[in-house]
C-alpha cells in the first residue's frame, strides 16, 4: 500500500507559486521523502528529496513538518512546463531493502 | 552520456509469449528496481535488485522474472503466466539510500 496520500489534482496559474501537499502520516524517521513528476508518456524526472530539515534546490523547495507526517513541495514560479503529475514518495529502507513506494500523485495544471 | 537506457521503446507480442524487456544504466549504481504503470495510475514495484546477483520481489512480481548478473543490466521477463501484461514499464538505477534515483524513459509493452 502507499504510504503517501496527495490531492488528485490541482491547479495553478503561471508564474503564481504551486503548493502540493502531502501525508505521510506512518513515515518513519529513517525513511526520506522524494518528489518526482512525471509528464505523459515519460519517465519520472527527479525534483528534491529530504529527510528532516527543508531543502531548496533550482526546481523547488521541500517543506517538511516537524512531526514529519506531512510535506509541502514548492514550485516558486510555476510555469506551463510544469504540467504533470507529481509523486510524493516515501522511500522505505532497512537490511536488504531499499525501494521508492509511489502513490497515486497529483496532476498539476498549469494554466496562462 | 550517462543514464539509464530502456529498449525498446514500444513493443508488441502474441499472448503466451515470453517477452524480456532490456535496462543498460552507466551510472554504476548498486540498486536498480522496474516498475509497472497502469493507465491513469501510480508506479507499482515489480522487482528490486541491491547487488549484483541478488534481487528481491516487489509488490506485484507474480509473473515476472528478473536477473542482475552484471552491476549495469537488470533485465525483466514478463511471463506467459502474467494474467494482464500490457503496460508501461520503468526501469530506474540508484546509488542507495539519500541519493536520486534516475529512471529510463520507459517500455510500452502490448500484448495481442
Known amino acids: 500500500d502507499a504510504k503517501t496520500t496527495q490531492p488528485p489534482s490541482m491547479d495553478c496559474a503561471e508564474g503564481r507559486a504551486a503548493n502540493l501537499p502531502c501525508n505521510h502520516s506512518t513515515i518513519s524517521g529513517n525513511e526520506y521523502v522524494y518528489w518526482y513528476r512525471q509528464i505523459h508518456s515519460q519517465g519520472p524526472q527527479y525534483i528534491i528529496h529530504?529527510?528532516?530539515n527543508n531543502e531548496t534546490n533550482e526546481m523547488a523547495s521541500l517543506i517538511i513538518t516537524e512531526d514529519r507526517k506531512s510535506s509541502t513541495l514548492i514550485l516558486p514560479h510555476a510555469t506551463l512546463r510544469d504540467t504533470a503529475v507529481y509523486y510524493c514518495?516515501?522511500?522505505?529502507?532497512?537490511?536488504?531493502?531499499?525501494?521508492?513506494?509511489f502513490g497515486t500523485g497529483t496532476r498539476l495544471q498549469v494554466f496562462p | 552520456d550517462g543514464g539509464i537506457t530502456q529498449s525498446p521503446k514500444y513493443l508488441f507480442r502474441k499472448e503466451g509469449q515470453n517477452v524480456t524487456l532490456s535496462c543498460e544504466q552507466n551510472l554504476n549504481h548498486d540498486a536498480m528496481y522496474w516498475y509497472r504503470q497502469d493507465p491513469g495510475q501510480g508506479l507499482r514495484l515489480i522487482y528490486y535488485s541491491q547487488i549484483v546477483n541478488d534481487f528481491q520481489k516487489g509488490d506485484i512480481a507474480e509473473g515476472y522474472s528478473v536477473s542482475r548478473e552484471k552491476k549495469e543490466s537488470f533485465p525483466l521477463t514478463v511471463t506467459s503466466a502474467q494474467k494482464n501484461p500490457t503496460a508501461f514499464y520503468l526501469c530506474a538505477s540508484s546509488e542507495g539510500v539519500g541519493t536520486e534515483a534516475f529512471f529510463g524513459q520507459g517500455t510500452r509493452l502490448t500484448v495481442v
Open positions: 529530504g529527510l528532516k
Open positions: 514518495i516515501v522511500r522505505v529502507a532497512g537490511y536488504n531493502t531499499d525501494k521508492l513506494i
